[in-house]
């Protein structure tokens, strides 16, 4: 035996809750007068279509708010993987700097040479595996002074003049198009 709905007709009588009511017809609470009942229902049915609506609305909303909270669970993920991957980016910039600063000496043997060499394979890994990354250095000599970019290790007497970078003390970078450390510069007027 199948359960009944709330509301159910079987053979003229309305189920009420659990119970079948014998006496109250299916079309009870209906006025006689056609017309009359045809407008009784079709305002019941605008109001079940407007009640529709509005949990169609809260649902379409529900949807959209979780479809955001999605996106910015996803946002904040990548944040946080970019961000350890930059502090372990900055971290290896020291050992960059300690090979950039063994390259200006020059070698005295063939030993040493050897040895540089070496080195500077090492170095040439050790930046690719950086680019792979999204490090870039930024363009420093030669270069217009850019205080965004380039920090200047002597503040120039004119600070209006048109200044251009004369050397580059260290080395800037940016990673995946963010500032990670700005150039150290000397600069000159133009």
């Given amino acids: 035996m199948s359960s009944l709905e709330e509301g159910e007709v079987i053979e003229g009588q309305v189920i009420e809750g659990d119970v079948v009511d014998p006496a109250q017809p299916a079309d009870a609470g209906l006025p006689e007068d056609p017309a009359t009942a045809n407008e009784l229902l079709l305002d019941q049915l605008a109001e079940e279509r407007q009640a529709a609506q509005s949990v169609f609305s809260d649902l379409q909303r529900v949807a959209a708010e979780f479809d955001n909270y999605r996106k910015r669970v996803q946002r904040d993920q990548v944040d946080i993987i970019d961000r350890a991957s930059e502090r372990v980016v900055l971290e290896m910039l ?28 090492t170095y040439e890994l050790l ?25 200047a290790a002597q503040a120039p007497s004119d600070a209006g003049a048109h200044l251009v970078v004369s050397e580059e003390l260290r080395r800037g970078y940016m990673l995946a198009g963010r500032l990670i450390r700005p150039a150290l510069v000397a600069v000159d007027h133009a």
Avoid: C
């Fill in 94 to 121: 020291a050992v960059v700097d300690s090979f950039e600063a063994a390259f200006t000496h020059e070698a005295q043997s063939p030993g040493e040479e050897k040895l540089l060499t070496g080195m500077r394979n």
């Fill in 127 to 151: 930046i690719s595996v950086l680019a792979k990354e999204g490090l870039e250095p930024i363009a420093a000599i030669g270069e217009p002074f850019d205080p965004t970019v380039h920090e």
